[in-house]
T-cell receptor, first 115, second 112 residues
């Protein structure tokens, strides 16, 4: 069965310092992987996605993630945090099987950014 | 594109009342998903449609919940009768490629 594990429920960084949000996945198939962001009282916004093309994926707002099959990881990074990055981040896997469009969501990582 | 549209954005009702949540997917998208988000359980997939046909409703909590998609541009999620434990944020999402989903802003439901 497909699953994702977000290793940190909370991450705190200072503005201008790097961000690392960790995610490990488990998938029986060649997975599609996503990061979504949810700002307070807002819907989920797609940050980036990996669908078996380049292993380093660039997303919006300066975020990127690297797919590492050997480590079953898909960590999200950003070189320099901004106050507006404070939000909840979800790592998501889709198994890509033909008969299902289901996404499996991680439990989320809340990112705090201090001035 | 306007994105996925949900209405109402907020709904407060009393236990036992019927609640109807509405969703308009992005034009051209042929898959539609209903999710529920709570602090305790996180994001849960309730049901999804492909080409207006329900594909998987295994996440629908019980018979009080029902969902319809009468055409490609409209879907409803109905709760009858509503209970306080149904209080949550309900999201609708749509997809064109069966992989990438785009979410609406959500409906915050409070059942008193």
């Amino acid at each position: 069965a497909q699953s994702v594990t977000q290793l940190d429920s909370h991450v705190s960084v200072s503005e201008g310092t790097p961000v690392l949000l960790r995610c490990n996945y488990s998938s029986s198939y060649s997975p599609s992987l996503f990061w979504y962001v949810q700002h307070p009282n807002k819907g989920l916004q797609l940050l980036l996605k990996y669908t078996s093309a380049a292993t380093l994926v660039k997303g919006i707002n300066g975020f990127e993630a690297e797919f590492k099959k050997s480590e079953t990881s898909f960590h999200l990074t950003k070189p320099s945090a901004h106050m507006s990055d404070a939000a909840e981040y979800f790592c998501v896997v889709s198994d890509g099987a033909w008969n299902t469009d289901k996404l499996i969501f991680g439990t989320g990582t809340r990112l705090q950014v201090f001035p | 594109d306007a994105g996925v549209i949900q209405s109402p954005r907020h709904e407060v009702t009393e236990m036992g009342q019927e609640v109807t949540l509405r969703c308009k997917p992005i034009s051209g998208h042929n898959s539609l998903f209903w999710y529920r988000q709570t602090m305790m359980r996180g994001l849960e997939l309730l049901i999804y449609f492909n080409n207006n046909v329900p594909i998987d409703d295994s996440g629908m909590p019980e018979d009080r919940f029902s969902a319809k998609m009468p055409n490609a541009s409209f879907s409803t999620l109905k709760i009858q009768p509503s209970e306080p434990r149904d209080s949550a944020v309900y999201f609708c999402a749509s997809s064109r490629d069966r992989v990438t989903q785009y979410f609406g802003p959500g409906t915050r439901l409070t059942v008193l």
